[in-house]
């Protein structure tokens, strides 16, 4: 609490006062009610294997506006907005048996584990783009995209907001960079 805030104990009712700290009671109270209702949204997430650290999984959970409760609806609607935000919860990893056992327990052999995964599937669980994949250029392939749309007989609008989804994602996903104040492209 800082130290300007009044308590509602602390304010008397015939102070002239009285009124403007009701106010300003009301206001923090109010405040504090919209942090505490987004913390526990982002709990519920982060509970579901929600990935709200990532730009994207904030973007989701600024938008999501359904009950948070619901699990399956939200984790359909989680998916349906990014599949890559869904943290993929594995079990955890078996006890190793100690060196000189085998896994029935006989000794004398020596057991090696292999890692199952590499780094690569890793990050592209993430959403990553694969290593020596070809990086296109979000800007004209978003204007193909557009151009080809109308030529199949879309409307230019919603060519042009398709091409404007297109670039929206590739900023999301870092493929892209904002434009400078002036409208130029950084270089």
Do not use: C
Request: without cysteine; proline residues 7%.
């Amino acid at each position: 609490m800082a130290k300007n805030e009044i308590e509602l104990d602390d304010i008397d009712d015939n102070d002239p006062e009285a009124p403007s700290q009701l106010r300003a009671y009301a206001k923090r109270q109010g405040e504090k009610a919209v942090r505490v209702n987004a913390l526990e949204k982002e709990l519920a997430a982060v509970k579901l294997g929600i990935d709200t650290n990532s730009r994207k999984g904030q973007a989701w959970l600024a938008g999501f506006t359904g009950d948070i409760t619901d699990s399956e609806a939200v984790l359909a609607d989680a998916t349906d907005f990014d599949p890559s935000i869904i943290k993929v919860t594995s079990p955890a990893p078996a006890p190793t048996p100690a060196e000189g056992t085998a896994p029935t327990g006989e000794p004398g052999a020596n057991v090696s584990i292999e890692p199952t995964g590499s780094s690569e599937r890793s990050n592209l669980a993430d959403g990553a783009v694969p290593s020596g994949a070809a990086i296109g250029d979000p800007m004209a392939e978003s204007m193909e995209h557009a151009r080809k749309r109308i030529g199949e007989g879309t409307t230019v609008e919603q060519a042009t907001s398709e091409m404007i989804a297109l670039r929206a994602r590739a900023l999301a996903e870092g493929r892209m960079q904002p434009l400078n104040r002036d409208g130029t492209r950084p270089r």
